[in-house]
């Protein structure tokens, strides 16, 4: 499994699997097609792991990984660069789930056909999804992110100020669009138990379900 910020719970955890995916047989599709049109990331993602076709068959590799490593009975750690990646699809899968979702539930010949596409929580099927909440509660931080003047700065720091932060140097990178190595796209098995043993699944009940 994935080291996230806390233990996932079921629901979070099948969220993942299905966002996975989702993103790796559409990026599959894109690559058999030799189309680099996608709606999951910014160019400079894209760019950032080769272009067009080459950025997606790197991406797509690396989200085969993860899947795998998600799948493990083993805890793995992922680097900035992959929960960038998390984070976007993560980002599309919730709106698409929860607006399918609401079409669903409203209609009921829609429910009945279509209720193994529906997520349950105690037996009751959930029609929205908050990405921004799940990120907050599983994601360690959003240093993938920062503005590139801010990225800038830290890239150049030399004052310990990136050190004291705790400031990751693949966060920079990401940040930049700089172009992906090894490191950025290291998986690693992380040898000790989780901190809380509790799965956390207590971010539905601050849902509109």
Request: charged letters at 35%.
């Amino acid at each position: 499994m994935i080291r996230f910020a806390c233990k996932p719970g079921k629901i979070f955890t099948a969220v993942i699997t299905r966002s996975l995916e989702d993103v790796i047989s559409d990026l599959e599709e894109n690559i058999l097609l030799n189309d680099d049109e996608q709606i999951f990331f910014e160019d400079k993602i894209v760019e950032s792991f080769g272009g067009k076709i080459k950025g997606l068959q790197l991406i797509c590799r690396e989200f085969k990984k993860i899947l795998e490593a998600h799948h493990s009975e083993k805890i793995y750690t992922l680097t900035d660069r992959h929960f960038q990646l998390l984070d976007r699809v993560l980002g599309i899968f919730c709106d698409v789930y929860t607006g399918t979702a609401r079409d669903i539930i409203s209609e009921p010949k829609e429910l009945k056909k279509n209720k193994d596409y529906l997520l349950y929580h105690n037996e009751k099927p959930i029609f929205e999804l908050d990405s921004g909440l799940l990120m907050d509660i599983y994601f360690w931080d959003c240093d993938y992110d920062f503005p590139i003047d801010t990225a800038q700065f830290l890239k150049e720091d030399k004052t310990g100020f990136r050190d004291y932060f705790d400031v990751s140097r693949e966060a920079i990178g990401a940040s930049l669009g700089s172009p992906v190595d090894g490191s950025d796209l290291r998986i690693e098995e992380y040898e000790s138990d989780w901190d809380d043993k509790e799965e956390n699944d207590s971010w539905i009940d601050e849902l509109d379900n």
